[in-house]
């Protein structure tokens, strides 16, 4: 009886651990829904992510020992808003082993046309907002590759409130199992 006991108290005590972090990995949508009714700007400010522009973008890239992290953005879409609080979390928790930037494409909520199609011709980015992932492998060049213009993956979904957490916890996951292999 003793022993049943024990056992069923160590159970509890580890789904009661188990909960926990799963409460305390997740954000506080709180905060998440006041951060995305901010301009993106304002959103990633503070955040360890760096602006980028057409310049500097290749050398930047291919220059890092890090992975590195595109967000491609229009600063008053809401779109743009929900992915851009979601990358201020992750830089806050990745910061050490991945770069993270935003590429600001406009002011406003919407993209022009040629603007579009000017960021798909140089990155092939067909929609904003967009994430482009690029393992640059913490500097090692892979086989098949002889050069990072080419991101590893390409997302355009970005996380509505009401699946935001869940949404993260999938990027988490994704960074940690294939980029910071």
Aim: contains cysteine.
């Amino acid at each position: 009886m003793l022993t049943r006991c024990m056992s069923l108290a160590w159970a509890l005590a580890l789904m009661m651990s188990f909960c926990l972090a799963v409460q305390a990995a997740d954000a506080d949508m709180a905060d998440v829904r006041r951060l995305a009714r901010e301009p993106v700007e304002t959103i990633l400010s503070g955040a360890p992510i760096a602006r980028i522009s057409d310049g500097k973008y290749w050398k930047t890239v291919r220059g890092s020992p890090k992975p590195v992290v595109v967000m491609f953005y229009a600063n008053q879409d809401q779109q743009s808003r929900y992915l851009a609080t979601l990358a201020r979390y992750l830089a806050l928790e990745f910061s050490e082993d991945v770069v993270f930037y935003g590429y600001p494409v406009t002011a406003g909520a919407t993209v022009e046309h040629n603007a579009l199609a000017a960021i798909k011709k140089r990155y092939g980015v067909k929609k904003v907002p967009a994430t482009l992932f690029y393992d640059n492998d913490r500097g090692k060049m892979e086989l098949e590759r002889t050069d990072y213009s080419v991101p590893a993956v390409i997302e355009y979904r970005t996380p509505s409130p009401l699946f935001w957490n869940t949404y993260r916890q999938t990027i988490r996951k994704y960074i940690q199992e294939n980029i910071l292999d």
